[in-house]
């Protein structure tokens, strides 16, 4: 069993940074995969990106590019956000899979069996 602790979400102003972490309580494993979801009330939960523990490749949804970047070490992943929007406003949640393959996926929470408690970014103008 895998578990997920999400830190360093808060309060931010437009145009400022913020760094997500998603510890995890186990040593990474190989097929392993880390992702970043955000939602806000009344929405489902949108995929900003995910990063594979293999090989460290990323792969994020094209509206996140640019701003977004997807880091991860032995314990962790990481969450980078910069030129922050109050559109940005939302919960962040990492999520993590360990069947992570090529043509899995990786935008579905589905494919996600484990999930971090989700962490509350709020971004005023």
């Known amino acids: 069993q895998v578990e997920l602790v999400e830190s360093g979400g808060g309060m931010a102003q437009a145009g400022d940074s913020l760094r997500l972490s998603c510890a995890a309580s186990?040593?990474?494993?190989?097929?392993?995969?880390t992702a970043w979801f955000r939602q806000t009330p009344g929405r489902e939960r949108e995929f900003v990106g995910v990063?594979?523990?293999?090989?460290?490749t990323t792969f994020y949804e094209d509206s996140f590019k640019g701003r977004f970047t997807i880091s991860s070490d032995t314990r962790a992943a990481y969450l980078q956000m910069d030129n922050l929007k109050p559109g940005d406003t939302a919960v962040y949640y990492c999520?993590?899979?360990?069947?992570?393959?090529?043509?899995?996926?990786?935008?579905?929470?589905?494919?996600?069996?484990?999930w971090g408690q989700g962490t509350q970014v709020t971004v005023s103008s």
């Open positions: 999520a993590a899979t360990n069947h992570f393959y090529p043509g899995t996926p990786f935008r579905a929470p589905t494919t996600y069996g484990y």
């Open positions: 990063i594979s523990w293999n090989d460290g």
């Open positions: 186990i040593p990474i494993f190989s097929n392993f995969a």
